[in-house]
């Protein structure tokens, strides 16, 4: 199955925390870049987190300080430690890898998140 699995969406209030996996048997993740992407009601699919190949780590602006995203090679996964979360954090989260020759790449089904007030 060309997907990724995921696991670890959840409810909590203001201020919990999450931990969200993804994970693909039979492949070197260290050869892939790993993201995480949240999509809101009605709104665009945006970038979270990213760690490239090269363990290079980016993080949207709105996550920084709150989110950790890790690469667990013996495990061929990665993972989204997410604290202090809001309600603005609520959305579908999606896992994606992209080999670094720009292909293959792979997409999980999405987590839901949600954030209660």
């Known amino acids: 199955q060309d997907q990724l699995e995921e696991s670890g969406g959840g409810l909590v209030p203001p201020g919990g925390s999450l931990r969200l996996s993804c994970a693909k048997s039979r492949i070197n993740v260290s050869a892939y870049s790993g993201a995480w992407y949240r999509q809101a009601p009605g709104k665009q699919r945006e970038l979270v987190a990213k760690i490239l190949s090269n363990d290079e780590i980016h993080y949207s602006d709105s996550v920084k300080g709150r989110f950790t995203i890790s690469r667990h090679d013996a495990e061929s996964a990665w993972s989204l430690e997410m604290n202090s979360l809001k309600p603005e954090d609520t959305g579908v989260y999606f896992c994606?890898?992209?080999?670094?020759?720009?292909?293959?790449?792979?997409w999980g089904r999405g987590t839901q998140v949600t954030v209660f007030s």
């Open positions: 994606n890898a992209v080999h670094f020759w720009g292909t293959p790449s792979y």
